[in-house]
């Protein structure tokens, strides 16, 4: 028998349509809620980084079994148990806010809430608002690290700071990093269009790629965008030069006109929708087709 009737065979054994009844049917909807919320809990944590690591790793396990490659299934097997263990000390944080907001919010405004429509992560508003402050800090060499929220959930970094849940506006992101005030020493965090928290700690980077004349400041701006998708904005206090921290990497000197049209690019990012919502936008894009 060849391979692929293998496969065949396999399915024809495993999935035939003629044993599936009701109890089926409810059992997998039941399931595929779970995982559709276990993929967007991962997507929003830092796990997510961690967690395509493992589907690598589970794939080369599957081709492994497929071609019978017998010492890497020996090797998985007697590891299995190990990293059964090894995956709960390394996800412990995140399991444990995702048990924290379990029994804070109801599973089922998931399924419902949400607009089957794009929507952009801030308005208009917000933009300009923000171009103004980082010009005027610029101008008068006041150094801010100002980070926009985009996929990954910045909470553990919120709950570092002060929380504000503020309108976005120029004058009050220039009055937070004016020097000397309660609120300059940190990162504000913006999550729509407001400013959820100042004074927040990120993580710094290690990086050795990163210019020795950088301080702190431009190193947890690349902390953060190393372990998240934020988009964060950095001023230098010493020169007023702009910089901006994306996916890993600091762009040095960035004009207003780059500024721009950075901002312009995250501001564009879809937001999510309800699982109820995209499973009735696909069955009527489908039925459009």
């Not at 024809?12 to 599936?20: C, R, V």
């Not at 997507?43 to 010492?71: D, E, S, Y």
């Not at 934020?230 to 921290?245: C, D, K, N, Q, Y």
Request: aromatic share 10%.
């Amino acid at each position: 028998m060849s391979f692929w009737e293998n496969i065949v065979s396999y399915f024809h054994k495993y999935f035939s349509l003629t044993t599936i009844t009701v109890i089926d049917v409810i059992e997998i909807i039941i399931i595929a809620i779970l995982f559709y919320y276990l993929i967007i809990w991962f997507k929003k944590t830092r796990a997510w980084t961690l967690f395509k690591g493992i589907i690598m790793i589970l794939i080369v396990v599957l081709l492994a079994a497929i071609f019978n490659f017998n010492t890497i299934l020996w090797i998985a097997s007697k590891t299995l148990s190990v990293g059964v263990i090894a995956l709960i000390i390394i996800f412990q944080p995140e399991l444990r806010r995702a048990l924290e907001q379990l029994g804070r919010r109801s599973i089922f405004r998931g399924l419902f809430s949400g607009s089957s429509a794009k929507k952009e992560l801030f308005s208009d508003k917000t933009l300009e608002e923000t171009l103004e402050a980082v010009a005027d800090l610029s101008r008068y060499r006041t150094g801010a690290l100002i980070c926009f929220e985009k996929e990954v959930g910045l909470d553990e970094y919120v709950h570092t700071g002060i929380e504000l849940d503020s309108v976005v506006s120029s004058q009050l992101l220039e009055n937070i990093f004016e020097d000397k005030t309660p609120l300059h020493d940190g990162a504000v965090i913006i999550r729509d269009d407001r400013i959820v928290a100042a004074t927040c700690y990120l993580p710094m980077s290690n990086s050795t790629a990163i210019n020795k004349k950088y301080g702190t400041r431009h190193r947890a701006g690349l902390g953060l965008s190393e372990v998240t998708d934020a988009f964060t904005i950095i001023v230098s206090e010493e020169t007023g030069h702009i910089s901006l921290a994306i996916g890993g990497e600091l762009i040095e000197d960035v004009d207003f006109g780059e500024l721009k049209n950075r901002l312009i690019e995250v501001q564009a990012a879809s937001q999510k929708t309800g699982f109820l919502q995209k499973l009735r936008k696909g069955g009527k894009e489908n039925g459009q087709n």
